[in-house]
């Protein structure tokens, strides 16, 4: 699970990646039935304008396994707990389940101390189904792609990108981004 990040402005200190099964560290397991194999990567950041650190994580939850959904997303929370609690946290991912109403999600903001950044950000762009298959786009449809923060972390702004060229998106997914203040 890829972290991509400005160069100029950010330093990793650490990073490390598990794979979301019940042996997170054997590389490519997969012991819930899942349909493929999914993980998460995690990076500490110092941030060189600010002088602070924190942590991003990205994940990928099982697009079939509701079971996996939810055993990966306790792990992920057992994990939450092992890094540094003074630090803020930012988890990204596709977690093919819609926000809210989802004990994939409820897991995720109850147990792992986070909340979500399109529901407390300041402002938002129009809501759409992140998921759109390259099909017409569903206006106030489920969120399935979202960003996660720890309390504290305030949300200046989050949208959902409807950018295409010509007609064409760049993925099946439309990208869900955010300003964050640390």
Same mark, same amino acid.
Request: proline share 5%; aromatic share 12%.
């Given at each position: 699970? +890829?972290?991509?990040?400005?160069?100029?402005?950010?330093?990793?200190?650490?990073? *490390? %990646?598990?794979?979301?099964?019940?042996?997170?560290?054997?590389? $490519?397991?997969?012991?819930? $039935?899942?349909?493929?194999?999914?993980?998460?990567?995690? &990076?500490?950041? #110092?941030?060189?304008?600010? !002088?602070? #650190?924190?942590?991003?994580?990205?994940? %990928?939850?099982? %697009?079939?396994?509701?079971?996996?959904?939810?055993?990966?997303? $306790?792990?992920?929370?057992?994990?939450?707990?092992?890094?540094?609690?003074?630090?803020?946290?930012? @988890?990204?991912?596709?977690?093919? &389940?819609?926000?809210? $109403?989802?004990? @994939?999600?409820?897991?995720?903001?109850?147990?792992?101390?986070?909340? !979500?950044?399109? !529901?407390?950000? *300041?402002?938002?762009?129009?809501?759409?189904?992140?998921?759109?298959?390259?099909?017409?786009? &569903?206006?106030?449809? *489920?969120?399935?792609?979202?960003?996660?923060?720890?309390?504290? @972390?305030?949300?200046?702004? +989050? +949208?959902? *990108?409807?950018?295409?060229?010509?007609? #064409?998106?760049?993925?099946? %997914?439309?990208? &869900?981004?955010?300003?964050?203040?640390?």
């Amino acid at each position: 699970m +890829a972290v991509f990040y400005d160069t100029r402005r950010l330093e990793p200190l650490e990073y *490390d %990646h598990f794979w979301l099964s019940d042996t997170p560290y054997v590389i $490519g397991s997969n012991t819930w $039935g899942g349909a493929v194999v999914r993980m998460v990567t995690w &990076v500490r950041f #110092q941030d060189r304008a600010t !002088d602070r #650190q924190f942590y991003a994580l990205n994940t %990928h939850l099982d %697009h079939i396994s509701q079971y996996a959904r939810e055993r990966a997303a $306790g792990l992920i929370n057992v994990r939450l707990a092992g890094l540094n609690p003074a630090l803020p946290r930012i @988890v990204t991912g596709d977690f093919n &389940v819609a926000a809210h $109403g989802n004990p @994939v999600y409820d897991t995720l903001l109850n147990g792992g101390s986070l909340t !979500d950044a399109w !529901d407390t950000a *300041d402002r938002r762009s129009k809501l759409y189904a992140t998921f759109h298959g390259y099909k017409p786009l &569903v206006p106030d449809g *489920d969120r399935i792609d979202w960003i996660l923060t720890s309390p504290g @972390v305030r949300t200046r702004y +989050a +949208a959902i *990108d409807t950018y295409s060229s010509g007609g #064409q998106f760049p993925s099946d %997914h439309l990208p &869900v981004h955010a300003v964050l203040e640390l």
